[in-house]
Structures are given as structure tokens and as C-alpha cells.
């Protein structure tokens, strides 16, 4: 916490995640450049901002989940090599751009903008950090301005899972996934797209894992009603972990497009890239090999209006909104605090949660921005603190005791997103797989060898088959035959492995195979499908 007495606290929670994507057998797939994208637009820009602010003094507090899928993709040496190749591309690609626009006082400048982008880009990747962002994101944790938490092993979606044994296993891998990278046990986990059933908290304290959030209907609903709404953690019943709900007005501040600070005119318009503007014979060597025209993250123009009729970007007007913005949103917090403290007989914490991916990749000055709102909270008021979730449990360790309601964040806040006519299909073949996998953990728990391979990646098969980015994709409609591709492959995997066993007839050569693709989690064990463990309520 960074002030010694506030009205209150306000606990911003980044959610960093992207779907284990990694294509060995291809020299260039272009799923991959989801996370190039990331890391050149959010992950390397955050890390900037919040190294900056701590080598200027500011203490500050950000809880920020870290997935494990992205944790893995971003300490995989392919997968490291191939962002260097990406960004240099990039460079290559802002040069020409220096070149083509060269006399254009606006243009030009953009585009020497996003030459300064890129380079710094690779400086913090490559030389700054030996390519690997997830020590860097650690040190932070260890310097006290992050608090680092974990999200189900995939991101699989917990109450689309028939079987618990299959959310333990989900949130047991996790939790030593998180343990291999940052060398500390989890306090917290973002559960998957706040996807909540009552119950799932005795697998989280079976874990060691200390609080969740919820969509804010999840506390609101909570039995008994929360005295303190989402203005204060509860405690589950029968356990001692808190759930934390989602504060709508700080939220919709900023995700909102419409209503939030990204749709303002001054700010730069994310749909106009020279991927897609400019001529296919020059930007060629930049796209998709087969001539698929991609994002190349330059983009010249501001949003302007509700028109196609666009402006080119003003960077020094954009930053100068950037600042009325996180002005408006710290006082917007302060005087929320000060009415709340007045009627609560505790500092009420507002929870603000985001995907990370919001900042910088959707909203480009998403960074300056929340490196303008951690300077205002320091250095232009004092009713307001930063703090985490585990600060807070810390000053207030005594809760009230409720069982939150089931819920969900998305549309209309009840699972419809991973549960309708496009994705259903999915869950008849992840319930078998989680019933087989179950079966075998239970009666092979001594199992070694071979054997134990093939166990161990059925397990890596069928978590890689839940991730609810695929159902998530399939919902709306973009990269639809990657992620149905993606979701028959993984099913076909591991039943040809159920087959093979049960047969006692193994290639191990397709077996070596896919523990060379699919090499997510190399410590797993399957033996956390077994049955016998305490189960959760239906």
C-alpha cells in the first residue's frame, strides 16, 4: 500500500493471458503472432512502464496474473527465437516506412515513432532481459510493486467440467507451474474468465491458493448478502479463501469502448493498419508468406469520428487526454472511497480488473496511461491507495462469511459465451476425455516408463483440449478453423494415446512427437486426475 491513511483502496488486477500456440513442425504459423503482438504491444510496454516508475521512486501496487500458457510460451526458446525474427522484420518494416513517407511531416514522424517502439522492444527483450520476460515480470514481484497470481493450467473454463477431479487438476498444475517460474507459492488465481461454481473454493484451499475474483453478480448474489457488496472480500464457507468482486463503474471506465476512455477521438485508431492499406507488392515481405494480409501494429490514424473519414495520429495530443483521463479516473476513485468509508466501518477496496491485453495492444496508450494514474495516486491525492488483494487480507483478515453465487463474466454474465450452438459440441468429448483420464489416474498410480509417458501427456492432451479460448474463438467468430483444428486435434490425441494403452500396441514415435509439439507442463503428473480427493458441491 502506498499511502498510510487512505479512505480507501483501489486493488487494479491485470490479466495477462494468451492459448498455448507453438507450431515446431512450421517455419511460420500465424496464430504465433498473437503473442508477438502481445509481447511488442502489452508485455514489453508494461514492463517498461512499471520498471520506469519504480527507477523514478514511485512505489506502486499491481496484481497481474500470469497464465501458464503464457508463462511457458514466453520462456520457450523457439518460440524466443521466432519473436526476434518478428521484431527485427518490424524494424526492417519501420525503416522502409522512414523512407516511403520521408517529407510528410505527420506520417514521417509516426513512423520514426514506431521505429523508436520496436527497437526498445528488442533492447528490453533480447539485451535488457536475455529474452526472457517472465524473470523479468518476477524481479518486479520480488521488488514489491507486483503481486504475481495464476489462472487455471489452460484456462480451462471450471463449470463447463463434469468432473472435479478435472478442475483439480487444473488448478494443481497451475499452482506448480507457477511455483517452476517465479519460485513462490500463488496467493491468488484469476479463475478462468471468472467462470465460478460453489465448491470450487476447497480445491483452491487444497492448493494453498488465498482468494479469487467474480464478476461482480457473483458477490452481489453471494447467500448470505454481502453487508459490504463488492466493497470488501468474503470468505466461502467452510474455508478461508476470499472471493473479490468486480467494481462495474472503474471497470467500465476503461474496457468500454464506447463509454470508456479508449473510444476517445484523440486516441489512435486500432483498425487502420499498413498491413492492410497500403500496396500488397510492397508490404508483401511483411504479411502472412501465403499473402494474407495482417496486422503489422503501424497504424497512422487517429480514431476521429464515427466515420472512415480518419485523421493522422497526434502522439503529443493523445498523451495530453492520457493525463485528463487518469486525472478523471483517480478523482472519479476518490470520491468513490471517501462515500464508502463514510458508510462502512472498514477502508472499502475497489477492485478493478482488466485484461492486460486491453493495454497497448487494443489501447496503444493504455501503458501511459496507467503510468499516469499510478503517479497521480502517488504524487496528487491521499484519500486513495494502491494495494492487492493479499494487502488488503492482511489489514482486514476477518470477513464475512458467504457462498458466492454462480457466475461468470461475458455476455450476460452466466457461461453463455463458452456454452451455445457454435462451441457445445466440444463438451461431449472433453467430459469422456476427463471421465477416461479420471479412470486411469485412479487405477494406474503407480505407473512408470512408457506408461507413465503416455498418462502424463493424455493429461497434457486433455488440458490443452479445455482451454476456453477455443470455445471462447468459435463464440465469435474469429480464427473459427483454427480453434475447431486445434480442439480435434488435442481429442484425437489423446484418444489415439486411450487406445494405444489399453491395446498395449504404443508408437512411440507419435508418442515422442507429441511430447516434442505439445510440451507444455514437464513436470506433470497425472496422478492429480485421481479420484479420492475431497469433491466439491454440485
Known sequence: MNNSKPHGYLCLVLHAHLPYVRHPECDYVMEE???????TETYIPLLDTFERLLDDGIPFRVTMSLTPPLCSMLTDPLLQQRYLRHIDRLIDLAHHEIDRTRGDK???ALARMYLARFERCRFVFAEKNDCNLVAAFASLQKRGALEIITSGATHGFFPNMHFEEAIRAQVTTAVESHRLFFDTQPQGIWLPECGYKPGIEGILQDAGVRYFFTDTHGILFAEPRPKYGVFAPVICEGTDVAAFGRDIESSKSVWSSKAGYPGDFDYREYYRDIGFDLDMEYIRPYIDPMGIRINTGMKYYRITGKTDNKEPYDRDRALRKVSRHAGNFTYNREKQVEYLASIMDRRPIVVAPYDAELFGHWWYEGPDWLDALIRKISFEQEALALCSPSDYLATYPE?????????????????????????????????????????LASRKKT?????????????????LAQSSDWAFIMKTGTMVQYAQRRTKEHVANFNRLYEELRAKNIDREFLGTLESHNNIFPGIDYRTYASGQPRISK
Not at 33 to 39: I, Q, T, V
Not at 401 to 411: M, R
Not at 414 to 438: A, F
Request: charged residues 25%.
Open 106 to 108: 505527420a506520417f514521417e
Open 399 to 439: 470477513n464475512q462469511v458467504c457462498t458466492p453465487s454462480f457466475s461468470s463474466w461475458g455476455l450476460k454474465g452466466y457461461s453463455e459465451v463458452w456454452l451455445e450452438n457454435r462451441n457445445d459440441w466440444i463438451y461431449r468429448h472433453l467430459h469422456k476425455m476427463e471421465e477416461r483420464m479420471v479412470s
Open 33 to 39: 503472432n498473437w503473442l508477438f503482438e502481445a509481447m
Open 447 to 463: 505407473a512408470q516408463g512408457t506408461e507413465r509417458r503416455i498418462l502424463n501427456q493424455m493429461a497434457r492432451e486433455l488440458l
